[in-house]
């Protein structure tokens, strides 16, 4: 059985190489290099959205529409108290006539960027309105500006690793590493749940830090390069 043919991840190349420069390939000045790097990284969801249901059902309509703006009232005044602005918080409600009753119902979504803050809220409500309002398991996501950040510096690490791992094979060869001359990002992968979606998929029974895990986003890249070698430099004493 023939052995696995071997991957070249670093060549040093002669002066007959071409270097794409300004969309015309022109030779490089001088010796080179030729890299190729990856990396790896992962990001935490950036938001956590809650959802806290509750309604009311009463034979007069004022009354079952003041039970139910008490405690909305009381839920958006303590999520202002923690920080929460008016653009992060969507009311909607519901009125209707059931029978002989008049029924009200309300949702308030809450979106959060401090978890520590989102989960002070939500015992804080626990506590102050128990079984009068159900609260949803938080739903947590990326931002696409999260996103984008995550692609830059996933991009970023791999370029210094090439560069890294092209200044270890010129030294191995007693060589100093010149200038980049060429580097070209090859491939770019992203996989995991960070999807902004009003709808979370994930069980109730996971706990906050399993949901946070499920919804944390990875992404890597490969990159090319080729850089300029420079020969050794040999440093003469002189006597004064």
């Given at each position: 059985?023939?052995?696995?043919?071997?991957?070249?991840?670093?060549?040093?190349?002669?002066?007959?190489?071409?270097?794409?420069?300004?969309?015309?390939?022109?030779?490089?000045?001088?010796?080179?290099?030729?890299?190729?790097?990856?990396?790896?990284?992962?990001?935490?969801?950036?938001?956590?959205?809650?959802?806290?249901?509750?309604?009311?059902?009463?034979?007069?309509?004022?009354?079952?529409?003041?039970?139910?703006?008490?405690?909305?009232?009381?839920?958006?005044?303590?999520?202002?108290?923690?920080?929460?602005t008016?653009?992060?918080?969507?009311?909607?409600?519901?009125?209707?006539?059931?029978?002989?009753?008049?029924?009200?119902?309300?949702?308030?979504?809450?979106?959060?960027?401090?978890?520590?803050?989102?989960?002070?809220?939500?015992?804080?409500?626990?506590?102050?309105?128990?079984?009068?309002?159900?609260?949803?398991?938080?739903?947590?996501?990326?931002?696409?500006?999260?996103?984008?950040?995550?692609?830059?510096?996933?991009?970023?690490?791999?370029?210094?690793?090439?560069?890294?791992?092209?200044?270890?094979?010129?030294?191995?060869?007693?060589?100093?590493?010149?200038?980049?001359?060429?580097?070209?990002?090859?491939?770019?992968?992203?996989?995991?749940?960070?999807?902004?979606?009003?709808?979370?998929?994930?069980?109730?029974?996971?706990?906050?830090?399993?949901?946070?895990?499920?919804a944390?986003?990875?992404?890597?890249?490969?990159?090319?390069?080729?850089?300029?070698?420079r020969?050794k430099?040999?440093?003469?004493?002189?006597?004064?």
């Amino acid at each position: 059985m023939a052995p696995p043919p071997a991957r070249v991840f670093a060549e040093l190349g002669p002066e007959r190489a071409l270097v794409e420069r300004g969309g015309s390939p022109v030779p490089p000045p001088g010796r080179e290099v030729r890299v190729s790097g990856s990396a790896e990284l992962s990001a935490g969801p950036d938001r956590a959205r809650v959802s806290v249901r509750l309604g009311s059902r009463k034979e007069a309509a004022e009354a079952a529409r003041s039970s139910v703006t008490r405690r909305l009232e009381f839920i958006a005044h303590r999520a202002r108290l923690r920080g929460v602005t008016e653009e992060n918080m969507t009311i909607t409600e519901d009125f209707s006539r059931v029978e002989n009753t008049y029924q009200m119902e309300a949702e308030v979504c809450i979106t959060f960027s401090d978890f520590g803050k989102m989960q002070k809220v939500c015992n804080l409500l626990i506590e102050k309105l128990g079984t009068s309002v159900t609260i949803s398991p938080p739903h947590f996501y990326h931002t696409p500006e999260a996103l984008d950040t995550l692609r830059r510096q996933v991009c970023v690490a791999a370029v210094r690793n090439t560069r890294r791992k092209a200044q270890e094979v010129c030294q191995l060869f007693g060589q100093s590493l010149g200038k980049p001359l060429l580097i070209r990002e090859e491939e770019t992968k992203e996989w995991g749940c960070h999807i902004d979606s009003p709808v979370s998929n994930s069980p109730d029974s996971l706990t906050l830090q399993e949901r946070i895990q499920n919804a944390t986003a990875y992404a890597s890249c490969r990159v090319f390069a080729v850089f300029e070698i420079r020969g050794k430099e040999h440093k003469r004493n002189k006597l004064l």
